[in-house]
Nanobody
């Protein structure tokens, strides 16, 4: 059974940082592209960042320079370092094995003073 478990969300002030983690069981992530998505209230779930098997990354323009995606295949986990957060980053963040039906349960990130 494949499971993705996220951690690291929370409440942070504007300009602050958070690091999200996604630990995967039941599947070897080294073979796959992994991604982080987010969904704000009333909006669709959208892609934030992806990391490919070889380690190449892609982040969307509105988080470029602030968010960094990384992976540790030895731990079967991947991460999203989020810096200089602003209120528009408030959302539920989900990790995902790209091309599969497997998603994490979501972790709330709230940016507010």
């Amino acid at each position: 059974q494949v499971q993705l478990v996220e951690s690291g969300g929370g409440l942070v002030e504007p300009g602050g940082s958070l690091r999200l983690s996604c630990t995967v069981s039941g599947m070897i992530i080294a073979r796959y592209t992994m991604g982080w998505y987010r969904q704000a209230p009333g909006n669709q779930r959208v892609s934030v960042a992806e990391i490919y098997r070889g380690g190449t990354t892609h982040v969307v323009n509105y988080v470029k320079g602030r968010f960094i995606i990384s992976r540790d295949n030895s731990k079967n986990a991947f991460y999203l370092q989020m810096n200089n957060l602003n209120p528009e980053d408030t959302a539920v963040y989900y990790c995902h094995i790209v091309g599969s039906d497997f998603w994490g349960q979501g972790t709330q990130v709230t940016v507010s003073s």
